[in-house]
C-alpha cells in the first residue's frame, strides 16, 4: 500500500518564502483570534479597556497614594498607564502564543503550513488589544494635562521593542508546551514572576534607591535590565512623558540584545522541533 506524505520543502528558503504564501492564513488566524476573544461577552472589545482602566486605579492607590512611590516628576496615573498597557500586551502576547499550538492541534495534523503563522498570529491579536487600549493612555495624558512632544514619535519603535520580546518568549514557549505539557501550569508563574520584576508600578531607579546600600543592591540593579520589558517600559514613559523624564539608555540596549536572542534562539529552536508537533500532539 503506497504511502503519500505532505511536507515542505527541505530548504531553509523555501521555508520563509511560504510563510508569505500562506500570509492570508496568518491574517484569517488573526482576525479569528479577535474575533473568538470577545465572542458572547456582553460589553465585548470594551474589556481591552477595562483591564488595563482596573489596574492602573489599583497601582495608583497601592503605590501612588499609599507608598508614596515617585513617578519622576508626572502624574502617577500617567505613569503607571505608560508601563501598564507594554506590560498587559507582552504578558498576554506570551500567553496566548504559548497555547496556540495546542490549541490549533487540529489543523497541525491535518495540513501543511509553516507553523510560525500560529504563535505569530496569537501576538498580532495581542497587539490590537494594545492599540486600543492607547486610548486610555491618551485621554490620562489630556486629563493631567501631560504634553507630549518629539519623544512620542519614538513610541512604535518601543512597541515593537515588546513585539520581537513576545515573539521570542511565545517561539519557545509554544515549541516546549507541544512537548511537556507541564509548561501550561509554569507559564501563570512566569508571568507572575516577570510581573515583579518589572518597573510596573515603580521606576528603575526606585530600585536603586531601595536596594542601593544593600549587599546584593548592585548585583540585581545590574541584572534587573537584562528582563527585555524594562528597556520598554522605560521608553514607553519616556516617550510620551514629556520634559521631567529622562531615559537609561544602557536598560533599552541591553533589552534589544536581550530580544535579538530570544528571537533568534527561539526560532531556531522552533524550527529544529517543528516536524515533530503532527506527531507529538
Sequence with gaps: MSRLVIEAEHAESAYWSDLWRYRELFFFLSWRDILVRYKQTTIGVLWALIRPVLTIGIFT????????????????????????????????????????????????????????????????VSLADLLLSLVILAGLMVWYQVAPNWRLVTLPLFTALALFAALGVGFWLSALNVKYRDFRYVIPFIVQFGFFLSPVGYSREEILRKMGDGVFGPVIYALYPFNPMVGVINGFRWAIGGAPLSLDWNSVWVSLLVTTLLV?????????????????I
Design 264 to 280: 533568534v534562539f527561539g526560532l531556531r529552536y522552533f524550527r529544529a522541533t517543528e516536524e515533530t508537533f503532527a506527531d507529538i
Design 61 to 124: 492607590f497601592l503605590f501612588g497614594k499609599l507608598a508614596k512611590m515617585d513617578s519622576e516628576g508626572i502624574p502617577f496615573p500617567v505613569f503607571v498607564c505608560a508601563a501598564t498597557l507594554p506590560w498587559q500586551f507582552f504578558a498576554t502576547a506570551m500567553s496566548e502564543a504559548s497555547n496556540s499550538l495546542i490549541t490549533n492541534a487540529n489543523m497541525l495534523s491535518k495540513i501543511y503550513f509553516p507553523r510560525l503563522i500560529v504563535p505569530a498570529s496569537a501576538v498580532i
